[in-house]
């Protein structure tokens, strides 16, 4: 029974008997002398033992009452309480029970429904969050594929000029001339100035700023030359943390817009060089072919004028001015052809033309004619690395018109199709058999507008075959029965796969909106939170184990992390020319042949190229002590000097499992559930490294090491690290 | 024997230098200034070569071709396109349509001559 129940009968037993005995003082007091000795000679022994037992019974009785009473409302009640803090506190789901006094029940069940109540909430609440979290997630991601997507090269910097988004565009665009040095120049968390002249930028960021004060929305734009000597044509945007760009805010709010502050800026990049040199060319092109043909046509002119008018000239003159003429339109008409030669390429048809697949051309034609003209249609030989310039609607179109009226006016049932390059040229044929055409009748449909086949179009089939710079025409095969129109079209450049892909599995990182809020790193880098930090992660691939004896590097692979994510689309990796045997031993090691690395850079290439790659960041290494010494044993000979810190996973993992026996990358990785990828090639490794720091960082918070000092500090204490190189 | 060879040209200043040029080479000479007029007259002179200009009025020169080549009567009267229009699928379109020569103006009248008389001398 707990203390308040036990005070409580206590209570309800003493007021009784005091009350009982106050009545019984208040009688006595109250009788006379005789009616005392009278009620003492009534109150025998016998009766007054009855008397007390009386009492005592009656003293039980009132404390079971009590007990009772209290049971069925304080406990209850105390229970309800403890079970409502509880609810509140540290478990939603906990429900009171249902007992005692019915007024008791009723406050429990009350209780109950609440919390019920407040239950269905919570959890409301949390979906929605998580709807919330995941809708801005996915626009998220529709912008980044939108924007990888783009063909114009976009990039998107802060204020400090730090790049936090990038397409393949402009990877390609700016990534640089060679395939190892893409990486090197553009990346998330990389200055722009890197890739683009500082000054320009800062140029252009005080147009936009002075836009913004007097708020103005023109783009500024600027021409600028890469380094590789390319002319890109630069459009500045301004972003704005107001939270609303001046972009679709038709009249902005004046006292807001005016402290609107550009936080970044997005650049959208053209290369212009060829569209201007190709008009310098066209231009050049003209003027040589109109001054040209003036100086050629004067002399004729001169000469003929002069032998006209003086037919008493001599002989041997006018022979000799007969000569002149003959020469200089001689000479027009090699210039003439020349011209022809070099403009053949400037004389693109008047719409533009996209480049096509034959076969997807004709996927296209056959499933319109079949759809509309309702004929069948074959395929008689196609070459499948066709590739066409072309309009493919318009000649989906003038294919499908053909078919239509072959039907409507010959019955013709089928039609098959060739496709061939034939000298410089695709050459497209639609084949029938049986009744072939008058030439007249085929003259005619080329020249009629395709409204004659069923297609609503005012074109006829030999403009649309002009608009390709081609040519078409009717021909038979009498013996053989058949007929064909034949149309000549352009050929498209093969295309190779102009866009950088990707090396590893899994989407590119292009966009880490994060980045807007860095302020500049104000703090020494080890006070810096290691999640804050951008790494390098490097794996090397040697010749052996030894460095100062004279081992040396043969692979170097690396990714960055920025922003505690991976990047998978910002890797460097390069094959090394060692300039000295391989051994067999290591040949069964890392797999790379001697013939692998002829014809490779050698270390005074690579290695100022990545330490470019990893500049401004943390290496992080397994087991980065002997990548390390590597690196700094050619300090001398490359003038390359990595004096960024190092972190090394081999430790950390030591540092977070201590009573684990192996600290091996393989080991570690499967206890992480890290993926291992390209097992003992550079760059494999280093994602697997990666991939293993990027676990570690939460279990080396777990510990307490947060800040980069931390870490440093905590690797060097353990066994391992007795170790040295 | 005489040779004949029909001109099929519109334009007055080169069918003047034409005809004087294989008049000169011996040739007996008619001119027709369309197609027309050049499909009646391969019917009437029945030339050996016919020069064909392809821009004619009332057919163009690809038509007139296509019907003499097509035709047994006229099929073995050598044609030779002599034409302004340069560009290769042009050309390509005239040889596929039956020419047997194809000149592009301006051209040499010392190698068109010569190979009139080629294409005339073999059968």
Not at chain 1, 563 to 576: A, C
Not at chain 2, 49 to 77: F, H, N, W
Request: aromatic letters at 6%; one cysteine or more; a negative charge.
């Amino acid at each position: 029974m707990s203390r308040t129940a036990l005070r409580a009968v206590f209570a309800a037993v003493a007021l009784t008997l005091v009350v009982l005995a106050g009545a019984a003082f208040v009688l006595w007091a109250d009788l006379e002398p005789t009616e005392r000795s009278a009620l003492a000679a009534v109150l025998t022994q016998p009766r007054v033992g009855l008397l007390v037992l009386f009492v005592v019974v009656l003293a039980a009785g009132i404390a079971l009452y009590v007990r009772r009473l209290l049971a069925v409302t304080v406990g209850p009640a105390q229970r309800i309480a403890e079970a409502l803090r509880l609810i509140a506190q540290a478990n939603p789901a906990h429900r009171t029970r249902e007992e005692g006094a019915p007024e008791l029940q009723a406050v429990a069940r009350a209780v109950n429904e609440l919390a019920e109540a407040r239950s269905r909430l919570l959890h409301d609440v949390e979906a929605t969050v998580h709807d919330a979290k995941a809708r801005v997630e996915e626009e998220r991601n529709r912008l980044a594929a939108l924007v990888s997507e783009l063909d114009q090269s976009v990039l998107v910097c802060n204020h400090e000029g730090r790049i936090l988004l990038y397409n393949a565009a402009a990877q390609g665009l700016l990534g640089g001339a060679d395939a190892g040095a893409r990486a090197d120049l553009l990346g998330l968390g990389r200055s722009v100035f890197g890739v683009l002249d500082r000054g320009l930028i800062q140029h252009a960021i005080e147009a936009m700023e002075g836009q913004i004060a007097r708020l103005e929305r023109e783009s500024v734009h600027f021409v600028t030359a890469t380094r590789d000597g390319r002319l890109l044509r630069v459009q500045a945007a301004p972003v704005l943390n107001v939270g609303e760009g001046l972009a679709g805010s038709g009249e902005p709010d004046r006292g807001r817009a005016a402290n609107a502050a550009l936080t970044g800026y997005v650049l959208l990049l053209s290369d212009v060089t060829e569209s201007i040199d190709a008009d310098a060319k066209s231009v050049g092109l003209l003027q040589g072919l109109v001054e040209g043909t003036r100086a050629a046509l004067a002399n004729i002119r001169a000469a003929i004028e002069n032998v006209t008018e003086h037919p008493e000239m001599d002989a041997a003159r006018r022979a000799r001015f007969g000569a002149i003429i003959q020469d200089e339109a001689v000479r027009l008409s090699d210039r003439l052809n020349l011209a022809t030669a070099q403009a053949a390429e400037r004389l693109r048809a008047r719409w533009p033309l996209e480049e096509m697949r034959g076969e997807d051309l004709l996927t296209l034609a056959r499933a319109r004619i079949e759809r509309r003209a309702g004929l069948s249609t074959k395929l008689e030989s196609v070459d499948p690395e066709l590739w066409l310039r072309v309009d493919s609607f318009s000649l989906a179109q003038a294919l499908s018109y053909l078919a239509r009226r072959l039907k409507d006016e010959f019955a013709v049932r089928e039609v098959r199709f060739r496709l061939l390059p034939v000298g410089g040229h695709a050459q497209l044929d639609v084949l029938w058999r049986g009744a072939p055409l008058a030439p007249e009748t085929a003259f005619a449909w080329e020249n009629d507008a395709f409204t004659h086949g069923g297609e609503d179009s005012p074109l006829s089939l030999a403009q649309v075959v002009e608009r390709h710079g081609g040519e078409a025409w009717y021909q038979r095969d009498l013996p053989a029965q058949i007929a064909y129109f034949r149309l000549l079209l352009p050929l498209g450049a093969q295309r190779a796969d102009a866009r950088a892909r990707a090396k590893l599995p899994g989407r590119p990182e292009f966009y880490d909106f994060d980045l807007f809020q860095r302020s500049p790193a104000t703090d020494a880098l080890d006070e810096r939170p290691l999640t804050d930090l951008a790494y390098t992660v490097i794996d090397t691939e040697t010749t052996g184990l030894n460095p100062a004896e004279g081992d040396e590097i043969i692979a170097i692979g690396a990714v960055r992390i920025v922003n505690g994510r991976l990047l998978r689309g910002e890797t460097f990796e390069s094959l090394v020319d060692p300039q000295r045997h391989l051994g067999e031993a290591s040949i069964a090691v890392h797999g790379i042949t001697p013939e692998m690395l002829a014809g490779q850079p050698t270390i005074d290439e690579v290695l100022p190229r990545f330490h470019r790659f990893a500049e401004e960041t943390v290496l992080v290494g397994h087991n980065a002590a002997f990548d390390m010494r590597f690196l700094q044993l050619k300090e001398a000979r490359t003038g390359v000097r990595f004096d960024q810190p190092v972190l090394d996973t081999l430790l950390l993992s030591a540092v977070v499992h201590p009573a684990q026996p192996s600290h091996g990358l393989e080991e570690i990785a499967s206890r992480l559930s890290v993926d291992v990828v390209g097992r003992h090639t550079a760059l494999g490794d280093a994602v697997t490294a990666a991939g293993v720091f990027l676990r570690l960082l939460p279990l080396l918070a777990e510990r307490g090491i947060r800040t980069l000092g931390e870490a440093r500090v905590a690797a060097e204490k353990t066994y391992y690290a007795r170790l040295k190189y | 024997m005489g040779k004949r060879v029909l001109i099929a040209d519109d334009e007055p200043n080169i069918v003047a230098s034409l005809e004087f040029l294989m008049e000169q080479a011996g040739f007996e000479v008619r001119v027709a200034a369309n197609g027309e007029q050049a499909l009646e007259l391969a019917a009437s002179f029945r030339p050996d070569l016919v020069l064909l200009d392809i821009m004619l009025p009332k057919r163009s020169g690809y038509e007139v071709c296509q019907r003499l080549k097509s035709d047994p009567a006229t099929r073995d009267m050598k044609v030779v396109m002599v034409s302004a229009k340069g560009r290769d699928v042009e050309v390509a379109k005239g040889v596929e349509l039956g020419a047997d020569a194809y000149v592009v103006k301006p051209f040499s009248t010392r190698e068109l001559v010569a190979k009139v008389r080629e294409m005339l001398a073999s059968p």
